[in-house]
């Protein structure tokens, strides 16, 4: 399931990234563009604007979202799409870029972490687009508790 999130959905495309969903969003573009995007690929339109909702023919192709927080999204869209824990794998995409993340060796982020990171953890990950490297800290597990207070246990 690859997704297309509209400006005002930011927040919504980053946890869909974290559960590991392909979700194009850009803070600026035009709708002829996106609706053009939508038609030409398999890609989802997730929107909070009915009237570009309504551009959109197939609406198998289009949802549009109603609250304006994040975790009402996310549940309408995971309810919505029926999406289950198979259909999860969390961190394994870039929150920034969108690119799938590949393994890393220990040996090739010394520099790169801080200190402490790198004496603390053993696994990293890298984003072969932007570069950006990818470790389980703290951080990690502050967004999995946000998620799983929204999900449930679905994980
Ligand atoms: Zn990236």
């Known amino acids: 399931m690859k997704f297309f999130a509209d400006r005002m959905l930011g927040k919504l495309a980053k946890y869909l990234r974290i559960l590991g969903f392909d979700v194009e969003y850009f803070a600026d573009i035009e709708e002829s563009k996106i609706i053009d995007m939508i038609n030409k690929s398999d890609r989802i339109l997730l929107t909070k604007d009915i009237a570009l909702f309504t551009r959109v023919e197939n609406k198998d192709k289009a949802y549009l979202l109603k609250s304006d927080s994040w975790r009402s999204q996310l549940k309408s869209v995971v309810k919505r799409f029926n999406i289950s824990s198979k259909d999860i794998r969390c961190f394994s995409r870039c929150i920034v870029c969108n690119t ?6 220990k ?3 010394r520099g790169k972490v801080p200190e402490y990171t790198y004496s603390t953890h053993e696994n990293f990950y ?14 990690v597990e502050h967004m999995e508790e946000k998620i799983t207070e929204v999900l449930g246990n679905m994980r």
């Open 100 to 105: 799938k993340l590949e393994p890393t060796s």
């Open 126 to 139: 890298i984003c072969p687009k932007c570069g950006r490297i990818y470790w389980k800290g703290t951080h």
């Open 107 to 109: 040996e090739s982020v």
